[in-house]
């Protein structure tokens, strides 16, 4: 069973930048590709970023393009989103997520979530 942790979600001013971490346990993690999803109050669950098993196909949404940057580390089986450029919009719980396939862009495809780690910008 694959079990994730995030950390580094925190608050910040617009503008700022912050790093997310997931680490992952459980399963095979280089075979694993990964996302990032994030949820506002009231809102659905929005794909953020993926990235492949090898880390060498990545994927935005729309609305972070230029400003958030996935990478992973198989190493130390870690996944991180850079988030560059924060603003007010960007405030939701952010969450990890992995599959066995393709990285793929809905939340629906995604077998195994972390808890979520909290971020607030302000404007």
């Known amino acids: 069973q694959v079990q994730l942790v995030e950390s580094g979600g925190g608050s910040v001013q617009a503008g700022g930048s912050l790093r997310l971490s997931c680490a992952g346990s459980g399963g095979t993690f280089s075979h694993l590709s990964l996302g990032w999803f994030r949820q506002a109050p009231g809102k659905e669950r929005e794909f953020v970023a993926a990235?492949?098993?090898?880390?060498?196909?990545?994927y935005d949404g729309d609305s972070v393009k230029g400003r958030f940057t996935i990478s992973r580390d198989n190493a130390k089986n870690m996944v991180y989103l850079q988030m560059n450029s924060l603003k007010a919009e960007d405030t939701a719980v952010y969450y990890c997520?992995?599959?066995?396939?393709?990285?793929?862009?809905?939340?629906?495809?995604?077998?195994?979530w972390g808890q979520g780690t909290q971020v607030t910008v302000s404007s």
């Open positions: 990235i492949s098993w090898t880390g060498g196909s990545t």
């Open positions: 997520a992995a599959r066995y396939g393709l990285a793929l862009p809905s939340r629906l495809n995604y077998s195994y």
